[in-house]
C-alpha cells in the first residue's frame, strides 16, 4: 500500500521530533550525563540526584542518592553518602546572627567563614574564592583535612549569603580522588537554586 507524499513527508518530520525529544530527554533532562557515562565506565555506584527544599530560606539542593536529614541540628542540613567513590554531599542552611541581618557582607566575613569551616574540619583552608550567585556573595572553598581513620580529605565548598541565610553546600571525598570531588561539586552547585 502507497501513502501520499503528505502522509510521508509528516512521518519524516514526526520521526525527526521525537528523535530531538528523546535526545533531550535522555540529554538536557540529566546535564551530567557525560560525567556519569564516566564514572560507570570506571564501575563506580551512579545513583540519581534527589532535590531538598528548605521552605524557610526558598533554597532548593539536590544531592546524590538518599538524603537523610542530620537529625538533631537546629538548622536545615540534610547528607547523602551516595556519590562515587564515597564522596559525599551536604547542604547546610543557617540563619545569620541577628546582629548580622540588614548589613552588608564584607570580604572579612566570607574570609572568617571560610577559616570557621576549616576549623570544624581541624584542616587546612587552601583557598577561598570570592564570587557571586544569583548577585549574592558568595565564596569557594577548599579544605584539606584528615578524617577519623586517618585518611586524607577534601572538602569542597559553595558558601552563599542570603539576605537573611547563609547556605553552604559541600562535597568531600577522598583527596586522591580530587577530580571525582570536584566534578560532583560542580553538579551539585549547578543544581542549587536560590530565591
Not at 542552611?93 to 567563614?113: F, W
Not at 586517618?150 to 547556605?167: G, I, N, S, Y
Request: proline share 6%; charged share 20%.
Amino acid at each position: 500500500m502507497r501513502t501520499s507524499p503528505q502522509y510521508g513527508f509528516a512521518r519524516v518530520v514526526t520521526s525527526i521530533v521525537l528523535t530531538v525529544l528523546a535526545t533531550c530527554i535522555a540529554g538536557c533532562a540529566t546535564p551530567d550525563a557525560g560525567v556519569q557515562a564516566e564514572w560507570k565506565a570506571r564501575q563506580w555506584r551512579v545513583t540519581s540526584w534527589t532535590p531538598v527544599h528548605d521552605v524557610e530560606s526558598g533554597v532548593t539542593a539536590s544531592l546524590l542518592g538518599p538524603v537523610p536529614s542530620d537529625a538533631g541540628l537546629p538548622m536545615f542540613a540534610y547528607r547523602s553518602t551516595e556519590g562515587p567513590v564515597e564522596v559525599e554531599t551536604r547542604i547546610t542552611i543557617v540563619r545569620r546572627p541577628d546582629d548580622m541581618l540588614g548589613k552588608p557582607i564584607t570580604h572579612a566575613d566570607m574570609q572568617r567563614s571560610a577559616e570557621l569551616s576549616a576549623e570544624i574540619y581541624d584542616g587546612l583552608l587552601i583557598s577561598s574564592q570570592e564570587l557571586t550567585m544569583n548577585e549574592y556573595p558568595a565564596t569557594d572553598v577548599r579544605i584539606r583535612y584528615t578524617d577519623n581513620s586517618l585518611k586524607r580529605k577534601l572538602a569542597l565548598q559553595r558558601q552563599v549569603f542570603l539576605p537573611e541565610h547563609m547556605v553552604i553546600l559541600e562535597s568531600t571525598g577522598a583527596a586522591n580522588e580530587e577530580r571525582v570531588v570536584e566534578q560532583v561539586q560542580q553538579l551539585a552547585v549547578e543544581k542549587l537554586l536560590l530565591p
